[in-house]
């Protein structure tokens, strides 16, 4: 699991530039205006081939001066909370501010690893600019000028030294199927792994956002060990105060990427939302074998064909997830819950399945015959074998003449067939294009 590093500081500090400076490409929103951080939040970084998720924390919402010390607090006790280490973010020209005091207090409470920096310094040595900020009691202060690239290698030394136990590839001995529940609040999350359970292990309640960490359940089924992760439900944007949202969002990330297996909730009350799009396009775009669960099934007045329209429904809402089973139970009454460890293994041992090369290349050529590739300026593009080189997911290379010539047209018709010839229903699949070498 990558380490989780979060950004903290108080409005126009520049947590965004740093974000974007610490990413290498520009993500996050920058303005001067405080508060102007929406979306891309959470982005992967690596230093020194050392990888870690980076967390921009900004976005606080100020209704008036009045409110910046409580949105500070809301912001810096889920950053703080959920984070393996904390970049306290302050301003060298402005100089230390009772909103810094605070979250600085509120980072030595809990023990979180902590680097204090100062940004907005025409140069990164330590003087009078930056004294004060031993004040905050963090250790010295870090001097850097995000804005114009000074320090950032020092800094990003620091982050990997700090969170270096985390890299330790014998921490973690847990060789667990792991599930991550995920979906909108109220969705029945915890109530499907407490009945799977046995014992009212997690809060149950018909208040949106209960479960706010990830928390993991351990579970034996069939001589088989699970960890199920719960994670935060995620909300609509316009029933948001705080930045509870946001967290949540990057909780659900955090539980998908652990995950072998994730298990999309939908409410059968509400059909396919929205949010339950963006939700499960968390787990498509990180390439996780995927079942939807259409839950609290029991409720739905039943006529004929009602499963076979909700279906439909939820093939036209989220129409990417195509290969994912679709399974429709109630976590209330346990009804047809006994299928889901057979699904669990059923889509993680098709993530795992391998294609022989002969076998490829045979279908490759059924493949061409049936569509023509393209053709660009008078040169046709020309496949000339293809071959699998790793699971979870299956992944794919495509060795052509000139991958400019490879429309993505052709190359999703390609991974169709691929698809539909070699039966990966239940997992997604990677191709990647490259152009046989010269030599």
């Known amino acids: 699991m990558k380490p989780i590093v979060a950004v903290v500081g108080r409005p126009n500090v520049g947590k965004s530039t740093l974000f974007n400076k610490l990413v290498g490409e520009r993500i996050a929103i920058v303005e001067d205006t405080p508060g102007v951080t929406r979306d891309r939040i959470i982005a992967d970084a690596e230093w020194q081939n050392h990888p870690f998720t980076l967390i921009d924390t900004g976005g606080i919402e100020l209704k008036t001066k009045d409110t910046i010390l409580h949105q500070m607090r809301v912001q810096a006790e889920m950053a703080i909370d959920m984070a393996d280490l904390i970049l306290l973010l302050t301003d060298g020209r402005e100089g230390m501010t009772a909103a810094d005091a605070e979250v600085a207090e509120m980072i030595r409470r809990c023990g979180k690893k902590v680097i204090l920096v100062v940004n907005k310094l025409d140069h990164v040595n330590l003087d009078e600019q930056t004294y004060e900020f031993y004040n905050l009691g963090l250790g010295d202060p870090v001097p850097i000028s995000a804005e114009q690239g000074l320090g950032l290698g020092d800094l990003l030394d620091m982050i990997v030294e700090k969170v270096e136990a985390l890299y330790d590839d014998g921490e973690e001995e847990d060789h667990s199927l792991k599930v991550a529940v995920v979906g909108k609040p109220n969705a029945g999350k915890s109530t499907l792994i407490n009945y799977l359970l046995g014992e009212e292990r997690l809060i149950v309640s018909d208040i949106p956002g209960t479960t706010r960490d990830a928390i993991d359940s351990h579970i034996q089924h069939d001589g088989v060990d699970y960890t199920f992760i719960d994670t935060a439900g995620l909300r609509r944007k316009k029933k948001i105060y705080d930045d509870i949202e946001r967290y949540s969002i990057i909780r659900a990330i955090a539980a998908i990427d652990r995950a072998d297996v994730v298990l999309m909730m939908i409410d059968a009350k509400e059909g396919v939302t929205e949010q339950d799009s963006k939700i499960a396009g968390i787990a498509h775009n990180r390439f996780k ?12 007045e039943k006529e004929t064909k009602t499963m076979d329209k909700m279906t439909k429904d939820i093939r036209n809402g989220l129409a990417f997830l195509s290969y994912a089973p679709i399974l429709f139970l109630s976590a209330k009454t346990g009804s047809r819950t006994n299928k889901i460890f057979p699904m669990i293994q059923f889509v993680k041992a098709q993530s795992e399945k391998r294609i022989p090369t002969s076998k490829m290349n045979e279908a490759i050529i059924d493949f061409v015959t049936l569509k023509q590739p393209p053709a660009k300026n008078g040169r046709r593009l020309k496949i000339y ?36 010839t070699f039966d990966f229903s239940g997992t997604p699949i990677r191709v990647f294009i490259r152009e046989r070498s010269k030599e």
């Open 289 to 300: 074998p995927t079942i939807l669960v259409v839950n609290k099934w029991d409720v739905i």
């Open 385 to 420: 074998y293809g071959s699998q080189v790793g699971v979870t997911p299956p992944t794919f290379v495509i060795f052509v003449n000139d991958e400019t010539l490879m429309h993505f047209s052709y190359q999703r018709y390609l991974e169709n067939k691929i698809n539909e």
